[in-house]
């Protein structure tokens, strides 16, 4: 296992478009996250998935925003009708845990930037 | 409300020179988790330690160390002999039953190593 991986590393797309990314977590890990990260700050939280069930959502996370884990595996995060402030990394995370935390391990992210 | 504070937005240090990264942090959990990530220019969150509120005890993982101390709710990291490769943005961070277990980022720190 060469842990998490997000594809694409980097997306430039026209305000206005739609722009899917992937996640393919940890093959164990039952637990997947979502985060955003804007220049000079820490990670913030969009969604997380425990197996195939979406148990949280941001309150700050726009209607634009979707996200999926169909099987319990590889996730997807869409975001439609892109505005320039969605211009960001998107993080993606895995970890395997049940009621406590464990430590999440981390992709590279996909930078996107909105044009 | 849980919230972590990293008040050095950016340290610059010579090489070989120890260098110590504070973070505070506040909560109303009395079980809760404390970590620290490294997120070098590659742009992936590398996860450094974990440690809970009952275990104060410091730890030390080759040139870092980290000193919790409940008292004034911080949890410093160290390195010692400093390299240029670790030049990096390091985040605290705080989970707990208070953010549904969700990870509070810091702002990070960032690191610079001159040879």
């Known amino acids: 296992d060469t842990g998490v991986s997000q594809d694409p590393r980097h997306k430039i797309t026209k305000r206005g478009q739609n722009v899917t990314f992937r996640c393919d977590p940890i093959?164990?890990?039952?637990?997947l996250y979502w985060y955003r990260q804007t220049l000079g700050q820490g990670p913030e939280f969009l969604t997380y998935?425990?197996?195939?069930?979406?148990?949280?959502k941001s309150r700050l996370l726009s209607d634009r925003f979707s996200a999926e884990r169909p099987k319990g595996s590889f996730s997807t995060l869409e975001i439609q009708r892109t505005e320039q402030g969605d211009s960001a990394m998107y993080l993606c995370?895995?970890?395997?845990?049940?009621?406590?935390?464990?430590?999440?391990?981390f992709g590279q992210g996909t930078r996107l930037t909105v044009v | 409300a849980q919230k972590v504070t990293q008040a050095q937005t950016e340290i610059s240090v010579v090489e070989k020179e120890d260098v110590t990264l504070d973070c505070v942090y506040e909560?109303?959990?009395?079980?809760?988790?404390l970590f620290w990530y490294k997120q070098p220019p590659s742009g992936e969150l590398v996860f450094l330690i974990r440690?809970?509120?009952?275990d104060e005890q410091n730890e030390i993982s080759g040139r870092y160390s980290w000193n919790f101390q409940k008292s004034t709710s911080s949890f410093n990291f160290t390195i010692t002999a400093s390299q240029v490769v670790d030049s990096a943005v390091y985040f605290c961070?705080?989970?707990?039953?208070?953010?549904?277990?969700?990870?509070?980022w810091g702002a990070g720190t960032k690191l610079i190593i001159k040879p």
């Open positions: 995370a895995s970890s395997l845990g049940t009621l406590t935390y464990t430590e999440a391990f």
């Open positions: 093959s164990e890990h039952n637990r």
């Open positions: 998935f425990q197996n195939e069930a979406q148990l949280e």
């Open positions: 909560t109303r959990d009395t079980t809760y988790y």
């Open positions: 440690r809970n509120s009952f």
């Open positions: 961070a705080l989970s707990g039953e208070d953010s549904n277990y969700q990870l509070i």
